[in-house]
């Protein structure tokens, strides 16, 4: 499981949220922070796996 951090404009983060949502990778979303210092960006959180059948090329 690894955490991902998405910080931008509330569209943007919500439309990169909602890919990867439709994608199947993430197990937990968080709701929106507001960034601090009034930039109008915001934050938000992702629990995301990849699904068993993509393999590790390592």
Known sequence: MVRVRLEGLPDE?????????????????SREYPNRGGSGY????????????VEDDD
């Open 13 to 29: 983060v919500q439309r990169i949220a909602d890919a990867m949502q439709a994608a199947g990778c993430v197990l937990e979303r």
């Open 42 to 53: 915001v934050r938000l959180y992702l629990d995301c796996d990849l699904h068993e059948e």
